[in-house]
């Protein structure tokens, strides 16, 4: 992995870290004043545990050789040589081998966003507007076009690779913490 960038959206990592501290906050503060501790760990625990698998945990990484992709539970790695396709209808998603990986760090906003649009995200010489999906104002608009200067820069020769690493390990936390507060409140 040669020459590696990180795509992370600073809004997910400015709104992970804040929901971490809020719930911390509260667990902290039921220490203090006499709350019902174990009830507030597991339920404060698990937000603050469910903000780092939906805000901080997912990132792309692109380098030279290929595209690794970060979910809560799956981690992507493919060669640029494999990627046939890189879309961003909901998300960012590249597509091997007739399937569609979607990276969660790089959503598509909402048809609403069409309504921000300014002149300049227009094509040039149409009037036609791109897809949303497409903006360089969205997430899944910067990290698309990213990884297709990455994959049109890429000079194979090397070997092909496609793996995906299934961890199921942060849905077992989060649920094991949903338990401990349920088990709490009907002690």
């Not at 203090?32 to 698998?53: E, H, K, M, N």
């Not at 921000?116 to 910067?142: A, C, E, N």
């Not at 496609?162 to 002690?187: K, M, Q, R, W």
């Amino acid at each position: 992995m040669t020459n590696s960038e990180k795509f992370r959206p600073g809004s997910a990592v400015a709104s992970g870290w804040f929901l971490i501290a809020f719930f911390t906050g509260f667990i902290v503060q039921s220490l203090f004043f006499d709350g019902d501790v174990l009830l507030t760990i597991g339920i404060c625990g698990a937000g603050a545990f469910g903000s780092y698998l939906l805000f901080l945990k997912p990132y792309v990484l692109l380098f030279d050789e290929g595209i690794k992709i970060i979910n809560p539970t799956k981690e992507i790695t493919v060669t640029w040589d494999l990627v046939e396709e890189i879309e961003t209808k909901y998300s960012m998603s590249i597509q091997i081998r007739g399937e569609s990986y979607y990276a969660w760090a790089a959503p598509a906003p909402s048809g609403r966003h069409s309504r921000r649009m300014h002149r300049t995200d227009l094509r040039p010489g149409t009037d036609t507007p791109r897809r949303v999906g497409d903006s360089l104002q969205s997430d899944s608009g910067v990290c698309a076009y990213m990884a297709k200067i990455r994959r049109k820069d890429f000079s194979g020769g090397q070997a092909s690779d496609f793996e995906i690493i299934s961890d199921n390990t942060g849905l077992y936390i989060f649920a094991a913490l949903i338990l401990l507060g349920a088990v709490a409140v009907l002690i």
